[in-house]
Every structure is written in C-alpha cells, then in structure tokens.
C-alpha cells in the first residue's frame, strides 16, 4: 500500500473530485449525501476543507498569502474541474442535473433532443 498525503496529491484530487461532484449532483438533499466513499478519506477530509474555503472566498476575498501552497494549488484544482462539470452537464426542470448527452430525465421523464446540455449547472 502506497501512503500518500492527500494535500499534495494533486493527481489524486483532481481524479477525485469529478466522483464528489456528480454524487453531490445527484444526491437529493445536499445536506444528506451518499457516504460511500468516492475517494480515500484523506482526499475527501482535505476536498471538505477546499470546498469550505471556496465557499468562504466566495463571500470575502481570500488573501493568498494567508493559503498554504497546497491550498491555492487545491483550489486551482478544484474550480478547473468544477467548471469542467458544469460545461459537460445541465440542469433539468427538475431540478436534477444531467450529463449533456442525456436523451431524458431519469428522475421526471423529460425527453431531450441531442444535445441537450447549456452547461447550466450551480
Ligand atoms: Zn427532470
């Protein structure tokens, strides 16, 4: 078994976090998400607290230099991929959130032409 520090494990964050934002798209209350593990516990402790400060930033700037390395690299990391995600799906009347070469709504039946996505994912 290989250890690695999840902070400066920038591969592995970025393959993990397309997994949590698609279970987090997917969950239905946001507040009760699906446990199972989409990525080692290091890497979703260390993804919780990049989300958190990408949340903090969006309410007051962060001063860089108050951000260790991994911090900053952590978030570049994390809104590449975020927009990433929001350009390769949609959201449904519904609510639900689609990848854009969805034909239908699993979850309320709309029917989508090809393609459907306008990358309107919050
Ligand atoms: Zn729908």
Redesign the pocket.
């Known amino acids: 078994m290989k250890a690695v520090f999840a902070p400066t494990d920038y591969e592995g964050l970025q393959a993990a976090i397309p997994a949590l934002l698609d279970r987090a798209a997917r969950a239905k209350d946001r507040h009760r998400m699906d446990c199972r593990a989409a990525a080692s516990l290091a890497h979703e402790l260390w993804l919780g607290h990049l989300f958190a400060l990408d949340e903090m930033a969006s309410v007051t700037p962060l001063a860089p230099e108050a951000l260790s390395e991994p911090e900053l690299r952590g978030l570049a990391i994390l809104r590449r991929a975020r927009e990433k995600f929001r350009a390769e799906h949609f959201q ?3 609510g ?1 959130i689609l990848p854009n070469y969805a034909g239908f ?1 699993g ?2 039946g ?1 029917k989508y032409r090809q393609p459907a996505g306008s990358g309107t994912v919050r």
């Open positions: 449904c009347r519904c639900a709504c979850q309320c709309e």
